[in-house]
């Protein structure tokens, strides 16, 4: 498994417990990102003349302080929150029968902050998103639901990068759409955009798949990863946080100015747990962005987005409760 983020937050003391940034998910205050870049054009509209279509749209709906998909397996629908820290999907026991998938051996790993956790796998998971067909190859198999708050809306899972592994894909928070690009509207999309340093890590032995954005330091390279399972927070590990100018022992929030690369700042609260990843950078940052990631080639660029986000998204938990 992947680490994974939780749907909790820091400022509840149960986030300590969400699920593993070693591989099933990244369930996990505001973070506002300046960008020193030329203004940037809407999203291209793909039924213009002249604008290359995307091989598939997959709409996206708030949940929570995130985004979710809706997904279908020989006709029984459900929603699932798209987490791209999650590492590889994960699907309720009910949606996997649904989908013929039978659980059997085990995943394992550790979330962020070290607690193991342990599920059953299901193989060739197949189901549909947005009219688009879609596979994980190995998906976890347990109770996300429980996980999240509980007036949180029904969930049958985690949708993770594993589906897209070898594609490019776009990613508009705000918007509401997943782009599944073709080579042409790739190079459409990211015409004009600003590309920032990336590595892919494959964790669960290989099963699982997420991005890590590299951060320069005096030190050396800081690797943050990036996470819309983590709806309103920015965390940096205790080892670098005096590296941002943090505290890595204060038990709050603390004010924050990261340079994310070179004219990309992220300002906000920020908490230094002792985790076992780096740093992780979730709905704050990326609500403000249209992301493409080429996850063949390893490779990210971002536009900021001229949509406003929507009420709600990737705000601190005091915030979206009020």
Not at 119 to 125: E, K
Not at 219 to 230: A, H, I, M, P, T
Not at 252 to 279: H, K, Y
């Amino acid at each position: 498994m992947t680490n994974a983020s939780g749907p909790a937050d820091p400022a509840d003391p149960s986030w300590r417990h969400c699920l593993p940034r070693t591989s099933p998910m990244r369930l996990l205050v505001p973070l506002l990102v300046l960008l020193a870049l030329p203004a940037p054009a809407p999203a291209a509209d793909t039924s213009a003349p002249g604008v290359a279509a995307p091989a598939a749209v997959l709409p996206l709906e708030p949940y929570r302080r995130g985004v979710a998909v809706r997904v279908e397996a020989n006709g029984t629908q459900g929603l699932m929150s798209l987490d791209t820290a999650a590492g590889h999907t994960v699907v309720s026991p009910e949606f996997a029968a649904a989908a013929g998938c039978t659980p059997w051996g085990g995943l394992g790993g550790y979330t962020m902050t070290g607690t193991k956790l342990d599920m059953p796998r299901c193989d060739g998971l197949a189901f549909v998103a947005g009219g688009q067909p879609l596979r994980a190859p190995v998906a976890g198999v347990m109770q996300v639901a429980e996980l999240f708050a509980k007036d949180a809306p029904p969930i049958e899972g985690l949708l993770a990068l594993d589906v897209f592994a070898g594609r490019t894909i776009t990613l508009d928070f705000a918007g509401g759409h997943l782009y599944v690009e073709t080579p042409a509207s790739a190079a459409q999309r990211i015409a004009g955009a600003r590309e920032v340093p990336v590595v892919l890590s494959r964790e669960a032995q290989g099963h699982a798949l997420a991005v890590n954005l590299e951060v320069p330091t005096p030190k050396g390279v800081v690797r943050f990863e990036l996470d819309s399972g983590n709806g309103g927070t920015l965390l940096v590990a205790k080892p670098y946080a005096a590296l941002f100018g943090l505290d890595p022992d204060a038990q709050g929030p603390q004010a924050a100015r990261i340079e994310i690369a070179p004219g990309i700042v992220a300002e906000g609260l920020a908490f230094t747990p002792a985790m076992n990843i780096d740093g992780n950078l979730g709905m704050p940052f990326l609500k403000d962005w249209i992301v493409t990631l080429d996850l063949a080639e390893s490779r990210m660029w971002l536009r900021r987005n001229p949509v406003p986000a929507p009420p709600k998204m990737g705000v601190p938990p005091t915030e979206a409760a009020a």
